[in-house]
């Protein structure tokens, strides 16, 4: 996939900047009687030739006409998984794609503020695509993660989930703003008749915090274990049976209050099978099992580098600066065997600088709120 970005204005733009598709004024115009088959023509040849940011907002533009045009753009517009392009807002909380997407984190420490870009390198500015800031308490951190720039409050319009630590700093848990998939349950005190505004991702949705992963790092208090640190992830949003030939993981694709009148995010959506070869993960029909087994990542184990005297992972140039901070993430079956495929890798390439690359199952939230938990030091576990 190729990555035409422009230099980045001083105002950070983000997948939610175009244009204001969310609310209830996609009425039926003088467009909408365009013959369907020119429509759908033009949308095509749209999709296929703005395929980068910036260009590709004139898509979304298309998408807010009218609502035959947005019924047309929701058939042709592919997800991330299909097209390994993040489009619309929806597409941060779907898998990725079978390919590594590339992406780099910028982090402001007078701020706590970190910055999710999609781009291939430093030198070009990226499209934004989250944000997240950390807010120190008496016995946890909290990573706030939003899809706005410039706010990060939990009752926000961009607000879609946050990261919390125990006391420790060794155990996290991602909870998303709205649930992952139907039949989830609220997590406790998460209850609330707030209404926050979702409506970037999914409208209307009632406040609460459902748990989608947990991570945790080996206790290390007395710092006698020395080399990178050893993490799991267990992500129980996404079944174990994902990773394999017709597995799926649940992907939010509209909000369930669709009677309410707002457009569904243009979700676009459901995963679709793009390959039957057994060295992909491929999706497919999803399992209707309520107790599945979640899918368990662990840190790929680095070998020693004795010329270098120091731990070593293949980044493939993705990371340039040794670090405790970075690992790869492979999935990891019930007897204990890591798959070979990097599903997650994350590194240092400069003081404030990282990059963030992820694969399907995984969306660029719930890798983004991984890493998140990889900046959280603490001494029981360094």
Not at 100 to 129: M, P, W
Not at 197 to 212: D, E, Q, Y
Request: aromatic share 8%; charged share 20%.
């Amino acid at each position: 996939m190729g990555h035409g970005f422009k230099p980045r204005s001083s105002g950070h733009s983000s997948l939610q900047d175009y244009p204001p598709l969310f609310d209830d004024g996609l009425k039926e115009s003088c467009w909408a009687n365009m013959p369907q088959e020119l429509l759908r023509e033009v949308l095509m040849k749209i999709e296929a030739s703005e395929h980068v940011w910036p260009r590709r907002k004139n898509l979304i533009t298309c998408a807010g006409v009218c609502r035959s045009w947005r019924q047309v753009t929701r058939e042709i517009v592919k997800t991330p998984e299909v097209s390994g392009i993040l489009t619309f807002p929806i597409s941060v909380k779907q898998p990725g794609p079978q390919d590594l997407l590339k992406c780099f984190i910028k982090r402001n420490r007078s701020t706590q503020v970190y910055h999710l870009y999609l781009s291939l390198t430093l030198a070009e500015d990226g499209k934004f695509l989250l944000a997240a800031r950390k807010f120190r308490r008496p016995t946890f951190t909290d990573y706030v993660i939003s899809l706005c720039a410039d706010d990060m409050s939990k009752g926000s319009n961009s607000y879609i989930g946050k990261v919390r630590s125990n006391f420790l700093g060794t155990q996290f848990t991602v909870y998303d703003g709205q649930p992952p998939h139907a039949g989830v349950k609220i997590a406790k005190r998460s209850c609330s008749n707030r209404l926050v505004g979702l409506t970037k991702v999914a409208p209307r949705v009632p406040a609460g915090n459902h748990p989608v992963a947990h991570v945790a790092y080996e206790l290390n208090v007395l710092g006698s274990r020395r080399g990178p640190r050893r993490t799991e992830c267990i992500m129980d949003a996404i079944p174990a049976s994902a990773i394999e030939i017709g597995g799926v993981p649940p992907a939010q694709t509209e909000s369930p209050h669709g009677s309410m009148g707002t457009i569904q995010s243009l979700s676009f959506l459901q995963s679709k099978s793009i390959s039957n070869c057994s060295e992909n993960f491929v999706s497919g029909p999803s399992s209707d099992k309520k107790d599945e087994t979640p899918l368990v990542l662990k840190n790929k184990a680095p070998r020693w580098h004795e010329q270098l005297q120091c731990w070593c992972l293949n980044f493939h140039g993705r990371v340039t600066v040794a670090s405790v901070k970075n690992f790869q993430l492979v999935a990891s079956t019930e007897n204990g065997v890591q798959c070979e495929k990097v599903i997650l890798q994350f590194g240092k390439v400069g003081k404030d600088a990282f990059t963030m690359d992820y694969r399907y199952p995984l969306s660029a939230f719930q890798a983004f709120a991984i890493c998140l938990s990889s900046f959280d030091s603490k001494i029981a576990r360094e």
